[in-house]
């Protein structure tokens, strides 16, 4: 049982920054079995809850946000430099992306936050920190 627990619920440390505005930041802190989860915010101002999901032979990569009452998901576009990554191609290894857009998550925002800064951070693309070994655990 324990070692379901631990493939479940495992911390990481994930940070997506955003290129356009900088103070805007993702942290996936969890891994759990379905998802990587964490945090978007504005320094220490915690905006809401979020997650990206891995693709599947059935969805493409994917992100979600919940806040409250509010649920919002979208697709998530990953990239090496400017070259898009799929699970189909063989150019990019999935451990090399560094770059990440989440497709529809300005828009999403704009229904429930009118913060510019956000909104601006959230329509472009965020820098995928080392830590997250294209979104998967780095094996050290």
Known sequence: MYFLLVEIIQPINCVLVSEEVPNISIVLSERRSNALKGTISNEKNIKGT???HKP???KPSSW?????NIKFSGEAILLKGNEIWHPYQTEIKSHEVNK???SGLSSKLSKVSNERELLKASSGFFKIGNGCYGGRINKV
Not at 64 to 68: A, I, M
């Open 50 to 52: 979020f997650y990206t």
């Open 56 to 58: 599947t032979q059935i």
């Open 64 to 68: 979600s946000f919940e806040n409250t």
């Open 100 to 102: 990440v857009l989440f």
